[in-house]
């Protein structure tokens, strides 16, 4: 998950599972250290937009999707 701040994907995860809505996951979380989606800092205490909520959930599902296939493969070779 290049350029999104480490705490984010699991508070989000778990706003997902409250069946909230991407708008309503975004308001929820704060970019810090200026790492979601900006250089220099420039978003820092600004709350990312859904689509870049949505991006960070898809990435982490992807993810989690290719990983036990992933090892499925290592074990078999």
């Not at 909230?20 to 200026?34: D, M, T």
């Not at 709350?47 to 989690?64: G, I, K, N, Q, W």
């Amino acid at each position: 998950m290049a350029g999104t701040e480490l705490a984010m994907p699991p508070v989000a995860l778990h706003l997902r599972g409250q069946d909230l809505s991407l708008s309503e996951i975004a308001a929820r979380l704060v970019i810090i250290k200026g790492k979601l989606v900006s250089i220099k800092g420039k978003k820092k205490g600004q709350h990312p937009s859904p689509a870049t909520v949505l991006r960070m959930l898809r990435e982490h599902d992807e993810a989690d999707s290719t990983a036990p296939a992933a090892a499925a493969t290592a074990t078999a070779s």
